[in-house]
Nanobody
């Protein structure tokens, strides 16, 4: 079955960096777009970065542009999120999921990885 396992979160000071990883299984990874999402307490989950399946084109929500970088290694069925210049408002549980064409899945969510930015 489709499964995502996120890791790499932690507690970091403002201005610090973290690299998140998401390992996918149960489907043909190379055929799907991938995205990172986050959900802060009391807020809806939001999609913050996407990467396509072919040429690996990337897109970001305005709040993370210039600070976050999404990448993928198809041979490892893994997508990464490099997060630099972290801010307290980046505090959230981070998840990954897949998409196909213009549609994004709302199924098979993993456990996520907690990112806390605090001094």
């Amino acid at each position: 079955q489709v499964q995502f396992v996120e890791s790499g979160g932690g507690l970091v000071q403002p201005g610090g960096s973290l690299r998140l990883s998401c390992v996918a299984s149960g489907y043909i990874f190379i055929n799907y777009n991938m995205a990172w999402y986050r959900q802060a307490p009391g807020k809806q989950r939001e999609r913050v970065a996407t990467i396509t399946s072919g040429v690996a084109s990337t897109r970001y929500v305005d709040s993370v542009k210039g600070r976050f970088t999404i990448s993928r290694v198809n041979a490892k069925k893994t997508v990464y999120l490099q997060m630099n210049s972290l801010k307290p408002e980046d505090t959230a549980v981070y998840y990954c999921n897949r998409g196909y064409g213009s549609a994004w899945s709302d199924e098979h969510w993993g456990q996520g990885t907690q990112v806390t930015v605090s001094s």
